[in-house]
């Protein structure tokens, strides 16, 4: 049963557009919720992240908003540019504990930014 | 810092045979996953390690595969033996206590 569910499966932007990828969970122990991007041919990387005691946090272009009673958030790309392109995952996995790094990813979003 | 570093970046061979992927996690991390990566699937946690000790192997799809860590800086996940549907880009990541995991840059299998 999948736990963490990502959408849009893909998304065209132009150059200085705002990108938006939303992403829904199931499992009310998450409490930690990553975004990673990945790279063809990389690993996924740590982009930014959240806990839920707070409703958004932003890293220069990119912010998360969350939404802890609709068990919802998403990542915000701002002022999206085609070095952007790239594949996003959101992830969620308890904070603490033996399992802290056990992240359940979602599907995936592939951004395609264009020029 | 290296990073996580996996061998072989490519891997193909025959199906039936014995394919073993290897990881060296970052120094000093004391916790190490494996993750498979598809299409179909997107990425999905096949085994993880604490301190050297299996954690939670839930993952791994059946007996065909296993994973070892004999010390802290290196870790093995074999598959024997391989099928097609094993076809996959099989990531390595390790993290220490209060860090985020840091993903290598994965071995693509194809199991032809």
């Known amino acids: 049963q999948q736990q963490v569910k990502q959408s849009p499966q893909s998304l065209i932007v132009q150059k200085g557009g705002i990108s938006i990828i939303n992403c829904a969970y199931e499992?009310?122990?998450?409490?930690?919720f990553p975004w990673y991007q990945q790279f063809p041919g990389k690993g996924p990387a740590l982009l930014i992240a959240?806990?839920?005691?707070?409703s958004e946090k932003k890293e220069g272009r990119f912010t998360i908003s969350f939404n802890k009673s609709a068990k919802q958030f998403s990542l915000h790309i701002m002022d999206s540019q085609p070095g952007d392109s790239a594949t996003y995952f959101c992830?969620?996995?308890?904070?603490?504990?033996?399992?802290?790094?056990?992240?359940?990813f979602g599907q995936g979003t592939i951004l395609t930014v264009h020029p | 810092d290296a990073g996580v570093i996996q061998s072989p970046r490519h891997e193909v061979t025959e199906m039936g045979q014995e394919v073993t992927l290897r990881c060296k996690p970052i120094?000093?991390?004391?916790?190490l996953f494996w993750y498979r990566q598809t299409m179909m699937r997107g990425l999905e946690l096949l085994i993880y390690?604490?301190?050297?000790?299996?954690?939670?192997d839930s993952g791994m799809p059946e007996d065909r595969f296993s994973a070892k860590m004999p010390n802290a800086s290196f870790s093995t996940l074999k598959i024997q033996p391989s099928e097609p549907r094993d076809s996959a880009v099989y990531f390595c990541?390790?993290?220490?206590?209060?860090?985020?995991?840091?993903f290598g840059q994965g071995t693509r299998l194809t199991v032809v």
């Open positions: 990541a390790s993290r220490r206590v209060g860090t985020e995991a840091f």
């Open positions: 499992n009310t122990a998450f409490d930690y």
């Open positions: 959240i806990r839920p005691d707070v």
């Open positions: 992830a969620a996995s308890k904070a603490g504990g033996t399992s802290y790094g056990k992240l359940t």
């Open positions: 120094s000093g991390h004391n916790s």
């Open positions: 390690f604490n301190n050297n000790v299996p954690i939670d």
